[in-house]
């Protein structure tokens, strides 16, 4: 199965330390989308690449954030000087183009802990 | 901006028995689409059914239904024959038919099934 790849799925790390999730999307998928998810809420939208363009950010994404495509396949989303509000899971989901509202496919997510 | 509310925090149903998940969405979007994904606990989240708001017809998939209602922007999911393993946080979710077409999640209704 080539679905969404997440890495890694846990981290925990201390308040302060920069963190970076990686993501591969489904192959061929050339939008790839992250979310911020936290327990018992719905995802909310950080950013989004159509192929290696990083076409629109939320903002939520903050200064600390910063998310690559740079060739236009697999993403990184760093998180730097952690703080403990950022206790999230990182989502990351891709799909295609051609077909307006198609289906977005989603990771396992990427849990990150902030002590 | 448009918003996503699922007003029920949880549910319960007896197996075998049906439910309706409630959603409600606000646009001035003609052209969009409307989702039901569903995560189980710790695990990854899938779409469950889609719909086109231009089709007139309410989408199913097997067990799963929805009652589209445009005019009044409500969106409710109908399980049908619940089985144990549909218990799982469902999300509604709306994406723009516009370009850099983006999901907005509801928070999410908590559904249980008891045998």
């Known amino acids: 199965d080539t679905g969404v790849s997440q890495d890694p799925r846990h981290k925990i790390t201390k308040r302060g330390q920069n963190v970076t999730f990686r993501c591969d999307p489904i192959?061929?998928?050339?939008?790839l989308y992250w979310y911020r998810q936290t327990l018992g809420q719905g995802p909310e939208f950080l950013t989004y690449?159509?192929?290696?363009?990083?076409?629109?950010k939320s903002r939520l994404l903050s200064d600390r954030f910063s998310a690559e495509r740079p060739k236009g396949s697999f993403s990184t989303l760093e998180i730097q000087r952690t703080e403990q509000g950022d206790s999230a899971m990182y989502l990351c989901a891709s799909s295609v183009t051609g077909v307006s509202g198609n289906t977005i496919y989603f990771g396992e997510g990427s849990w990150l802990t902030v002590v | 901006a448009q918003t996503v509310t699922q007003s029920q925090p949880e549910m319960s149903v007896q197996e075998a028995e049906t439910v309706t998940l409630s959603c409600t969405y606000d646009?001035?979007?003609?052209?969009?689409?409307l989702f039901w994904y569903k995560q189980p606990p710790s695990r990854q989240m899938i779409l469950v059914i889609r719909?086109?708001?231009?089709?007139?017809q309410n989408a199913t998939e097997n067990r799963f239904s929805v009652n589209f209602q445009k005019a009044a922007k409500s969106f409710s999911l109908k399980i049908s024959d619940s089985q144990l393993g549909d218990a799982a946080m469902y999300f509604c979710?709306?994406?723009?038919?516009?370009?850099?077409?983006?999901?907005?999640f509801g928070a999410g209704t908590i559904l249980r099934v008891k045998s």
């Open positions: 192959s061929e998928h050339n939008r």
């Open positions: 646009t001035s979007e003609s052209d969009y689409y």
């Open positions: 719909q086109e708001a231009y089709k007139q």
């Open positions: 690449f159509q192929n290696e363009a990083q076409l629109e």
């Open positions: 979710a709306y994406r723009s038919g516009l370009p850099g077409n983006k999901l907005v």
